[in-house]
Structures are given as structure tokens and as C-alpha cells.
């Protein structure tokens, strides 16, 4: 079992930064691939980022690449997400996911066992 928290969403205006976090925890942090999805209201959930167990390999949604940065950090049990460039487009609550089944999770829900509360976003125009 792996159980994950959010924090750090909040409201930001459209060119502005916001940096998401999630604390994991249940085992070994370092052995478990995470992503980051989100989902905006009427929308179905989508992929966003995701990063390999030892961070060397990452992935980012079109939409997003360039402008968000997915990193980790083993020895907080933590993963990171660095949005720069915000649009309204962007606005969505964000989860994190985690999985123990592979050594990268890519960008399919189902790749996901785990997943997190949430944190809303709020990119205003």
C-alpha cells in the first residue's frame, strides 16, 4: 500500500508559477514509479507528467511540455511538479498516482495503483 497527500495548489494568475508536492508513504519510496494527472470540471482525467523510480526518465503531456517540470526526491519520499508558464487552460485539480508494478508508469491511467486526494489549481486570466 501506498498512500499519497498533495499540497501546494492554490491560485495563481495566468503567466505565473506554482510548484505541487506529494509526500508518500506505506514503502519504499525509491521503488515506486509516480505520475501526476489532473482533471478539470466536465473533463475526463488526464495524464500530465510521470517519472521513473530513480527520476532518470520522465514524461510530459504536449500540452504541457516545456512549461512543467516532474522531479523526486527519494530521501523526502516526495515528487515534485514545476508549473511555469500558467494558463487558464490549465486550471484542474491535480492528483498524484503511484505505482509498485513498474519501473515507469507512463501516461495511461491504468499504468496507476495508487493516487492521491488532490489539490485544486487555479490559473485566473
Known amino acids: 500500500q501506498v498512500q499519497l497527500v498533495e499540497s501546494g495548489g492554490g491560485l495563481v494568475q495566468a503567466g505565473g508559477s506554482l510548484s505541487v508536492s506529494c509526500a508518500a508513504s506505506?514503502?519504499?519510496?525509491?521503488?515506486?514509479?509516480m505520475g501526476w494527472f489532473r482533471q478539470a470540471p466536465g473533463k475526463e482525467r488526464e495524464f500530465v507528467a510521470a517519472?521513473?523510480?530513480?527520476?532518470?526518465?520522465?514524461g510530459y503531456a504536449d500540452s504541457v511540455k516545456g512549461r512543467f517540470a516532474i522531479s523526486r526526491d527519494n530521501n523526502k519520499n516526495t515528487v515534485y511538479l514545476q508549473m511555469n508558464s500558467l494558463k487558464p487552460e490549465d486550471t484542474a485539480i491535480y492528483y498524484c498516482?503511484?505505482?509498485?508494478?513498474?519501473?515507469?508508469?507512463?501516461?495511461?491511467?491504468?499504468?496507476?495503483?495508487?493516487w492521491g486526494q488532490g489539490t485544486q489549481v487555479t490559473v485566473s486570466s
Open positions: 498516482a503511484a505505482t509498485s508494478r513498474a519501473y515507469y508508469g507512463g501516461s495511461d491511467l491504468s499504468g496507476y495503483d495508487y
Open positions: 517519472i521513473s523510480w530513480s527520476g532518470r526518465s520522465t
Open positions: 506505506g514503502r519504499t519510496f525509491s521503488g515506486v514509479a
